[in-house]
C-alpha cells in the first residue's frame, strides 16, 4: 500500500502537526449571570459550576478569567420581579444594575470584551422578547425600546450590543440609533438565526424569563429550517450586523457550516444551557476530553467565536496540558 493515512496518527506530535481546527482562549465567550444586592455568588441548579454574581463578586469572576487568558464575557440580567413591567422601561434606567455592572465592569477591565443582551424579557412582566398586545409579540413597535436599551448600554461602555430578541428589522434600526448618537464604534453580534429550540430551559430558569403565556415560535426560527437562515443572515449583514450568531450551536453544525460558506462576517455558535447540562450530566468521569471534543467540533463545522458555559473549566483544561 503506497497511503497509509495511519501514518499521519502514529504519535501525539505527528497528530498535532496535522490538526486542520483548533480551538484557543480567543475563541471562547464566557457568559455571566448578573443580579442586584452584595456578596452573591448562587449556583445555578441546572448549569452546575455556573452562578448568579452580584457585581462585587462579577469583578472578583472576572479578574480570575482573565488571568487565565479568558478575555470575552457576554452578560445577562436577573432581573427581581418589581423591576418588571410591561414595556421594560427598567432595562434603560439610570438605575438599572444591569448598566452600573457594564460601567463598573469596563471602567475596571478596560482590556476585556464585553457583549450585552437586548431583548424584553428579563424586563417584561410578559417574558417575551418584545412588546405583548391581546397575544401578539408587536415587532415594529418593540424596535424603539429595543434601541433605546441598546443606547443605554452604550453610554455605559459596552463593546458589543447582542440584540437577541429576533424582532425583524432591529439590527437595522439599533444600527441607526447608535450611529444617530456618535456610537459608531460598538459593534452588533446579531443573534441571526436563534432558533426555537427546547434546549433553553436551564437558561431560562437562571433568569426566571420564560413566558409567562405562549411560546416563541412566532419570531424564534423553526428548528427544522436551514435555508431560512441565510436570508436571516443576509437580512442583518446588510443591516450592518458585526457578526452573525447561531444558538444553539451543537444541534445546529449544519447551519454553521452554511453560513460560514455565506458570509464573510465571523461566525458566533452559542453553546447552549441544554446542550451543557446534557454534556455535563453524560460524563462522570472524563467531561475535559468530551467538552474538548464538542468545541473542536462546533469549530470544525465554521464558527470562529463559541459562547459556552464551559469556557472557564475549559481555560483550566488547556492550563493544564
Do not use: W
Request: with cysteine; proline share 4%.
Amino acid at each position: 500500500m503506497r497511503q497509509r493515512p495511519r501514518r499521519n496518527r502514529k504519535s501525539p506530535f505527528v497528530r498535532a502537526l496535522v490538526r486542520e481546527t483548533s480551538v484557543g482562549l480567543n475563541d471562547l465567550v464566557y457568559p455571566l449571570f448578573i443580579c442586584e444586592g452584595k456578596d452573591i455568588k448562587q449556583e445555578i441548579g441546572a448549569l452546575k459550576e455556573n452562578y448568579r454574581f452580584s457585581i462585587d463578586r462579577a469583578l472578583e469572576e472576572i479578574q480570575s478569567c482573565l488571568a487565565l487568558g479568558l478575555k470575552a464575557f457576554i452578560l445577562f440580567p436577573v432581573v427581581d420581579h418589581k423591576h418588571k413591567d410591561k414595556t421594560g422601561t427598567y432595562s434603560y434606567s439610570e438605575d438599572c444594575f444591569y448598566l452600573k455592572a457594564i460601567q463598573r465592569f469596563k471602567a475596571k477591565f478596560p482590556q476585556a470584551v464585553f457583549i450585552s443582551d437586548v431583548a424584553l424579557d428579563p424586563y417584561s412582566v410578559d417574558g417575551h422578547d418584545g412588546l405583548v398586545e391581546k397575544g401578539e409579540i408587536l415587532n415594529d413597535e418593540s424596535l424603539e425600546v429595543l434601541a433605546k436599551m441598546a443606547l443605554a448600554q452604550a453610554r455605559a461602555g459596552i463593546d458589543v450590543i447582542g440584540p437577541s430578541d429576533m424582532m425583524d428589522g432591529r439590527v437595522g434600526y439599533i444600527r441607526e440609533a447608535l450611529d444617530a448618537q456618535g456610537f459608531t464604534q460598538v459593534s452588533i453580534m446579531s443573534y441571526t438565526a436563534k432558533y426555537a429550540s427546547v434546549f433553553y430551559g436551564p437558561f431560562r430558569d437562571a433568569l426566571d424569563s420564560a413566558p409567562k403565556a405562549g411560546d416563541k415560535k412566532t419570531y424564534q426560527m423553526d428548528p427544522t429550517n436551514a435555508l431560512e437562515a441565510l436570508r436571516e443572515a443576509e437580512l442583518d449583514q446588510s443591516e450592518g450586523a458585526d457578526f452573525l450568531m447561531v444558538k444553539p450551536a451543537l444541534h445546529y453544525l449544519d447551519v454553521i457550516a452554511k453560513l460560514k460558506t455565506a458570509s464573510h462576517l465571523p461566525i458566533v455558535a452559542y453553546h447552549v444551557s441544554g446542550e451543557y447540562a446534557m454534556l455535563y450530566n453524560a460524563f462522570s468521569e472524563d467531561l475535559d476530553s468530551g467538552i474538548d471534543e464538542t468545541l473542536h467540533c462546533i469549530k470544525r463545522a465554521g464558527a470562529d467565536l463559541v459562547i459556552t458555559y464551559f469556557a472557564k473549566r475549559y481555560a483550566k483544561y488547556l492550563k493544564s496540558l
